[in-house]
């Protein structure tokens, strides 16, 4: 499947920077995006987990400076830290000389502040692109396939697989290989099973707010100690944790973050859900829905957008507050899980509070509607259109 938005962006950033980095969760397609980029660009492909190509980096500076002609992809980057160094050598060296765009494309498992290297060697001299699961502009052809992606989450091979049972051992698999050799290699030493039991009571707990006590006591384990550790899911964007929106209006705020299993694949996964019938009875069906939304409208929304949400102790809520660039300014998200589109009194206050630019209801229907004279009714497919369009 070719990801063409994304293919577009890292294309973009080669033209304008010497250095990429296009940074994603394992198996969500970042290599294979890179070999299309390599069959048409004649690039340097170097996989840093084979010990092969890794030995050919045994003098980074000397075998690099003999394809400085070439984009050089460097895969699984973290592998090798130390040769974010020897790239900003590299680059400024071939500056110079007037090579200054398109030289190196560096593939990671983690956010930015995992691969910090990159960012205190190489500060302007690179550009992050970052590369989610399949979104429902890429993957929702129809109603039925919206379910699909939704049920079997983003990542190619789950969505693609060729029964609900083949996407489920996917992700299944996903999760051990993460927690017995991914967490390991990032140099966290966590116990895999006690990893494992708080992945799970996050997508026990989707959505709501951060209790780290609450997990801590669950685990046997401090506070803190569960804070390190969602740092860390959070860093291998596994995780997210959306902040509470701080406006000035006199209104006491809840403070603490929300907290997501990023991809609902893997929430289903996590909580042994295998199919759409089981989801729909399931507890967490309306908190995966809302995470599954979240995700999606995010990764249709333009760069330099803050995404937050808000809430009040006396009960006045949105799920989602985008703050978008330009004067695009602030817009009002309420997700629903149902084919009718009304908010409640709390998405009404809490609108008063903030006053946004416009305000949605994302529910489970197709239709686009006015639901009040400041509230549109619109689909999850359209509502990311529109985000894709700014």
């Known amino acids: 499947m070719i990801r063409r938005r994304i293919t577009q962006s890292v294309r973009a950033a080669l033209a304008r920077q010497a250095a990429v980095a296009l940074i994603g969760p394992r198996q969500v397609g970042k290599t294979t995006l890179a070999h299309e980029i390599a069959a048409s660009t004649n690039a340097l492909y170097l996989d840093l987990e084979s010990r092969a190509d890794r030995d050919k980096l045994a003098e980074p500076a000397l075998f690099l400076k003999e394809h400085e002609?070439?984009?050089?992809?460097?895969?699984?980057?973290?592998?090798?830290?130390?040769l974010f160094q020897e790239l900003r050598g590299l680059i400024d060296s071939g500056r110079r000389r007037g090579l200054r765009t398109g030289r190196f494309l560096i593939l990671g498992s983690a956010s930015i502040d995992l691969l910090r290297q990159s960012g205190e060697s190489l500060a302007g001299r690179i550009e992050y692109v970052a590369m989610t699961p399949l979104d429902v502009l890429e993957a929702a052809s129809d109603a039925s396939a919206l379910t699909s992606l939704w049920v079997r989450g983003g990542f190619p091979d789950s969505f693609l697989a060729a029964s609900d049972?083949?996407?489920?051992?996917?992700?299944?698999?996903?999760?051990?290989?993460?927690?017995?050799?991914?967490?390991?290699?990032?140099?966290?030493r966590i116990p895999a099973e006690t990893l494992e039991r708080l992945w799970t009571m996050l997508?026990?707990?989707q959505g709501t707010l951060l209790n780290a006590s609450k997990l801590a006591s669950g685990l046997s384990v401090s506070a803190p100690t569960i804070a390190t550790y969602i740092d860390l899911l959070v860093d291998l964007l596994l995780v997210r944790r959306l902040p509470p929106y701080h406006a000035?209006?006199?209104?006491?705020?809840?403070?603490?973050?929300?907290?997501y299993v990023r991809d609902s694949g893997l929430v289903h996964a996590l909580l042994g859900i295998g199919d759409y019938n089981t989801l729909a009875g399931h507890p967490v069906v309306g908190p995966s829905w809302e995470g599954f939304v979240i995700e999606n409208l995010l990764a249709a929304a333009p760069d330099r957008t803050t995404a937050s949400f808000y809430r009040t102790a006396a009960g006045a809520e949105i799920d989602l507050v985008l703050d978008l660039p330009g004067a695009h300014g602030l817009w009002a998200i309420e997700i629903k899980r149902s084919l009718t589109a009304?908010?409640?009194?709390?998405?009404?206050?809490?609108?008063?509070?903030?006053?946004?630019?416009?305000?949605?209801?994302?529910y489970a229907g197709d239709d686009r509607y006015p639901v009040t004279k400041d509230t549109t009714a619109i689909g999850i497919k359209e509502m990311a259109s529109l985000l894709a369009e700014i």
């Open 165 to 188: 049972a083949d996407s489920l051992a996917f992700r299944q698999n996903f999760i051990r290989t993460y927690l017995e050799r991914d967490v390991p290699q990032f140099g966290r």
């Open 203 to 205: 997508a026990h707990s």
């Open 248 to 259: 000035n209006t006199g209104k006491r705020l809840v403070k603490s973050p929300k907290v």
């Open 342 to 362: 009304g908010p409640g009194k709390g998405f009404h206050n809490a609108r008063e509070d903030l006053k946004p630019k416009h305000s949605f209801i994302v």
């Open 69 to 82: 002609d070439r984009l050089v992809i460097l895969d699984e980057i973290h592998r090798v830290p130390e």
